[in-house]
């Protein structure tokens, strides 16, 4: 016999390189284009925005965990995607006591209270997001600005979103520059939700290094296309699909935040029900409700639901095949 030792151990036996570490830099890494059209359509003042929610979002989870004597986890930079996320979803007029407020929601309050990270069942960044427009509405939804002119001023001019002079005026005449404008960001809007190609320039090395699936991006973003065209605003097939899906934060929405995978289902169906939920909802409050933008509000919808969708939509278990005989249906 030889003396070849062998180790046994309990499953898994198939591990990945990955780490929840290397997973959040990759994310911020492609949040970074999103940023730097930020900063370059809205001024320093975004990224100031952008810096103090990153800041408070790791405080406040450091605090957290060294106050109920848990484990200090900020170093997996999670807390720092959520405030690069919540900075995102924040006007640039926002005052900067703002930012501080939607952290503690986010960390304190939507994740570590509920076990953190892995046991939130919403999405930190979005929760915020909703509890700022429904205790300061005027600051989040009333002081849009239009991009500045000059990085470093501190002039800001009020201007409506895209999605509001829609709501206003659903006969109005989109032309060729204002779709180009929505692509590139030079519009009105959230701090990081403008720019749809810097969102999809992150989206694709997050595609590119497979921490994200096609799933939910693709089914959200063709729904919101589909029913945006055909239950137009101003009538059947009236609608401007081709617009609409990139004016908000659909993109920001669909990729960075309906796909994160503590609130998303696991099996591919589940997903792809959950991204045509969101585009089913944002489409309906977008058009019926009385609110211009439903990204928000329907991804945290159907983050309720991921529980029902991972019980019914279970993936078939390898080498398991069921046999039906006059006996019943058994498992082999």
């Known amino acids: 016999m030889d003396n070849k030792r062998y180790m046994v151990s309990s499953s898994p036996h198939i591990r990945s390189a990955e780490t929840i570490e290397s997973i959040m830099k990759d994310v911020l890494t492609a949040l970074a284009p999103a940023a730097i059209m930020a900063v370059y359509f809205f001024g320093v003042r975004a990224l100031c925005i952008i810096i103090l929610s990153v800041f408070a979002c790791v405080c406040f989870e450091f605090l957290f965990e060294k106050l109920t004597r848990r484990p200090v986890t900020v170093t997996?930079?999670?807390?720092?995607?959520?405030?690069?996320?919540?900075?995102?979803?924040?006007?640039?007029s926002s005052p900067f006591w703002m930012p501080i407020v939607g952290a503690f929601v986010a960390i304190v309050i939507a994740k570590q209270l509920f076990g953190g990270l892995g046991q939130n069942f919403v999405n930190p960044a979005l929760a915020a997001r909703a509890f700022l427009m429904a205790a300061y509405t005027p600051h989040m939804a009333g002081s849009w600005t239009e991009p500045v002119r000059n990085p470093f001023s501190a002039d800001l001019i009020s201007s409506a979103t895209p999605l509001t002079l829609l709501k206003e005026n659903p006969s109005l005449i989109i032309k060729g520059s204002d779709v180009l404008n929505a692509f590139l960001g030079n519009v009105s809007g959230c701090i990081g939700e403008t720019s749809?190609?810097?969102?999809?320039?992150?989206?694709?090395?997050?595609?590119?290094?497979?921490?994200?699936?096609?799933?939910?991006?693709?089914?959200?973003?063709?729904?919101?296309?589909?029913?945006?065209?055909?239950?137009?605003?101003?009538?059947?097939?009236?609608?401007?699909?081709?617009?609409?899906?990139?004016?908000?934060?659909?993109?920001?929405?669909?990729?960075?935040?309906?796909?994160?995978?503590?609130?998303?289902?696991?099996?591919?169906?589940?997903?792809?029900?959950?991204?045509?939920?969101?585009?089913?909802?944002?489409?309906?409050?977008?058009?019926?409700?009385?609110?211009?933008?439903?990204?928000?509000y329907a991804i945290l919808i159907m983050n309720l639901f991921v529980p029902l969708l991972d019980k019914y939509c279970v993936p078939r278990v390898f080498g398991v095949f069921k046999k039906k005989n006059n006996k019943g249906v058994q498992p082999l």
Do not use: Q
């Open 76 to 92: 997996d930079y999670s807390a720092a995607v959520t405030g690069a996320l919540l900075a995102f979803n924040l006007p640039a």
């Open 196 to 296: 749809a190609i810097a969102i999809f320039l992150g989206a694709a090395y997050l595609f590119y290094k497979k921490v994200i699936s096609w799933h939910i991006p693709v089914s959200y973003i063709v729904t919101v296309f589909l029913l945006s065209t055909f239950l137009g605003r101003r009538g059947l097939f009236t609608g401007l699909g081709y617009y609409e899906i990139f004016s908000g934060g659909l993109f920001l929405g669909a990729f960075f935040m309906a796909a994160d995978y503590t609130t998303s289902p696991v099996s591919s169906l589940g997903k792809l029900i959950m991204g045509t939920g969101c585009g089913a909802l944002t489409v309906v409050i977008r058009n019926y409700g009385g609110y211009p933008e439903g990204v928000s």
